[in-house]
């Protein structure tokens, strides 16, 4: 009987030991459970935090080339988009309502002038909370001497009424609308030249038709004009083929009028682009350019063009050099070559 007694009571003294373990165990786990759903509510934190900045990032950065393979690869509007991305190309770049900066400096060596440096600007930005649908800008760019897939690479302009047009060239800075009705893009901008503080408008329509995964055609129609009656109107149609993933051919045919000297301007151009990686691409031109005075309703040819433009991305997705050799044949020196050599260095912040 004692000894009975004896050891229920050194069970009972255990007893208050092993609900204390049990009670250390239950509270370690507890304690982990909470750990453990306060590190996956931080987890799920951080991973908003960093979609968000991934989305931020994606909005103000330009696309690559690789990008745009990636998703894009085996179709022609794949590829032609790729290439005006990445050569910034007018065509593509004005029908976009996107954010960016770009900022080109430039140096060439030309035959008979010697060298001439050059420093040009666009900015554009976004209004938000308007549909994504309008559009700031100011723009140093002058788009209006060369072709739409050329522009920016012919270094000066070689008649005297382009050097007279280059010393007029303005500074401007107006609104943009932006709008897609069944695949038609049209871009309306009203604004102000700085010079003179003259009004201007301009109304652009475009239209991208892709018959088969090797072929598309585009057309833009874009009219301009101000209140000193420099109007006009480019009608502007590209025609592109892909020989191959990395390999695009374009025919080029633009005219344009101009109200001030009553004339029409045309050029026919032959454009070959290859894509060699994501950082590195080159262009191959070949155009002519004439003109048509409807006062005297004469013809001329005005020079004959052939170009190369390589294009190097130096940083991450924003910084490019441009090696760009010519040979122009200008009547001015009466079909004679005049060869030059520029350097460009072109910085775009934000997407294009």
Same mark, same amino acid.
């Given at each position: 009987m004692e000894d009975s007694t004896s050891l229920k009571k050194e069970g009972d003294e255990h007893l208050p030991l092993e609900n204390h373990k049990s009670e250390a165990i239950d509270n370690i786990e507890a304690d982990l459970e909470n750990r453990f759903d306060i #590190? /996956? $509510?931080?987890d799920a934190q951080k991973a908003e935090v960093q979609k968000a900045k991934d989305s931020l990032f994606n909005e103000f950065r330009p696309p690559s080339l690789e990008d745009l393979h990636t998703s894009l690869s085996g179709d022609i509007l794949g590829l032609s $988009?790729?290439?005006d991305t990445f050569f910034v190309n007018d065509r593509i770049i004005d029908g976009r309502n996107r954010t960016h900066l770009r900022i080109l400096s430039s140096i060439a060596s030309i035959e008979r002038e010697?060298?001439?440096d050059n420093i040009d600007f666009r900015l554009r930005f976004r209004l938000p909370r308007l549909e994504k649908k309008i559009q700031f800008e100011v723009n140093n760019l002058d788009n209006s001497l060369t072709s739409d897939s050329n522009r920016g690479t012919n270094p000066i302009p070689l008649t005297v009424q382009e050097q007279s047009r280059a010393r007029q060239q303005n500074t401007t800075a107006g609104l943009s609308f932006f709008k897609d009705t069944l695949g038609v893009q049209s871009k309306f901008t009203l604004g102000f030249i !700085?010079?003179? !503080?003259?009004?201007?408008? =301009?109304?652009?329509l475009s239209k991208n038709i #892709?018959? =088969?995964? /090797?072929? &598309? @055609?585009? !057309? *833009?129609?874009d009219v301009f004009g101000d209140t000193e009656d420099r109007t006009g109107h480019r009608a502007t149609i590209y025609f592109d083929r892909a020989l191959s993933p990395h390999l695009l051919f374009?025919? @080029? =045919?633009? &005219?344009? +009028?101009? =109200? $001030? !000297?009553n004339s029409f301007e045309t050029v026919h151009g032959l454009n070959f682009y290859q894509i060699f990686n994501d950082r590195h691409s080159i262009g191959y031109t070949a155009q002519v350019r004439s003109e048509n005075l409807m006062y005297d309703s004469?013809? +001329?040819?005005r020079s004959y063009d052939l170009l190369t433009t390589y294009r190097y991305r130096i940083f991450k997705r924003h910084t490019f050099l441009d090696l760009i050799p010519a040979v122009i044949f200008p009547k001015e020196h009466e079909f004679q070559s005049h060869w030059s050599f520029t350097i460009r260095l072109e910085? *775009?912040?934000?997407?294009?």
């Open positions: #590190k /996956k $509510e931080q $988009e790729s290439i010697g060298l001439v !700085f010079r003179d !503080f003259a009004p201007f408008g =301009n109304f652009r #892709k018959f =088969n995964e /090797k072929d &598309s @055609l585009m !057309f *833009i129609s374009r025919f @080029l =045919n633009e &005219s344009v +009028y101009r =109200n $001030e !000297f004469s013809f +001329y040819l910085i *775009i912040l934000g997407s294009v």
